[in-house]
Antibody
Framework: EVQLVESGGGLVKPGGSLRLSCAAS????????MNWVRQAPGKGLEWVSC????????YYADSVKGRFTISRDNAKNSLYLQMNSLRAEDTAVYFC?????????????WGQGALVTVSS | DIQMTQSPSSLSASVGDRVTITCRAS??????LNWYQQKPGKAPKLLIY???NLQSGVPSRFSGSGSGTDFTLTISSLQPDDFATYYC?????????FGQGTKLEIK
C-alpha cells in the first residue's frame, strides 16, 4: 500500500524557516517524481514544487521561487521542502504527493497533509 | 504560465442528476488534464487523468472529455458520495496549475 506521511509542520513567525519531510513507503520511491501541493484554509489547491526521480529536474511555483527548496533522499525514501522567508500567505496544509511515472505533474497518491501556520 | 479556469464555481444538484463541470486552459495543453475530487478535511483523490482515462477504482459514472483548451468532467448519475469539491489540473508544463475548484452541493 502506498503511504506518504508528512511531518515538520507547525507555527512559525513571519520571516522564519521550516522544513517539511515526507516519508514514503509501499512503492519504489526512486522511480517516481514527487510534488508538494498546498491548500490555504478554506481555499483551493495550489501546486508548489516538483522534483524528478533522480533530482535532475526541479520546478517551483512563482509564489515560492527563491524561498522554498525541494529535495529528496532516495536512500531514505524521503522528500523534503525547506521553506525560508515565510510569509502569512504561506499558511496552508502542505501535501506530499506522488507523480505519475509517465507524467510528473499527474498526482496519483497524496499524503494526509501537514499544517504550516505563519503568524506572529 | 498556464491558467486554468473552472465553471461553475459551485453547483447544486440532486441524487440521480447528470452533472457537467468545465475547465478551460489559457493555452493548448493537448490532453494533459486531470480531475481530482476532494472532501472536507481529506486529501484530494485522482479521478481522471490525461483528459479521459479513469483512475483505477473510480466508478464508471465519472467520465472526462476534451483536448486542447476545453475539457469537461461528467457525472452521469449523482450518488450521495459524490458531493465534494472537484479540481482540474494541467500536467502539460510546470507550474502544474489547478483550477479554482467546483463545489458540488446537495439541492
Amino acid at each position: 500500500e502506498v503511504q506518504l506521511v508528512e511531518s515538520g509542520g507547525g507555527l512559525v513567525k513571519p520571516g522564519g524557516s521550516l522544513r517539511l519531510s515526507c516519508a514514503a513507503s509501499g512503492f519504489t520511491f526512486s522511480r517516481y517524481s514527487m510534488n508538494w501541493v498546498r491548500q490555504a484554509p478554506g481555499k483551493g489547491l495550489e501546486w508548489v514544487s516538483c522534483i524528478s526521480f533522480g533530482s535532475s529536474f526541479i520546478y517551483y511555483a512563482d509564489s515560492v521561487k527563491g524561498r522554498f527548496t525541494i529535495s529528496r533522499d532516495n536512500a531514505k525514501n524521503s522528500l523534503y521542502l525547506q521553506m525560508n522567508s515565510l510569509r502569512a500567505e504561506d499558511t496552508a496544509v502542505y501535501f506530499c504527493a506522488r507523480g505519475d511515472t509517465a507524467v510528473a505533474g499527474t498526482i496519483d497518491y497524496w499524503g494526509q497533509g501537514a499544517l504550516v501556520t505563519v503568524s506572529s | 504560465d498556464i491558467q486554468m479556469t473552472q465553471s461553475p464555481s459551485s453547483l447544486s444538484a440532486s441524487v440521480g442528476d447528470r452533472v457537467t463541470i468545465t475547465c478551460r486552459a489559457s493555452e493548448s495543453i493537448s490532453n494533459f488534464l486531470n480531475w481530482y475530487q476532494q472532501k472536507p478535511g481529506k486529501a484530494p483523490k485522482l479521478l481522471i487523468y490525461a483528459a479521459y482515462n479513469l483512475q483505477s477504482g473510480v466508478p464508471s459514472r465519472f467520465s472526462g472529455s476534451g483536448s486542447g483548451t476545453d475539457f469537461t468532467l461528467t457525472i452521469s448519475s449523482l450518488q450521495p458520495d459524490d458531493f465534494a469539491t472537484y479540481y482540474c489540473q494541467q500536467s502539460y508544463s510546470a507550474p502544474y496549475s489547478f483550477g479554482q475548484g467546483t463545489k458540488l452541493e446537495i439541492k
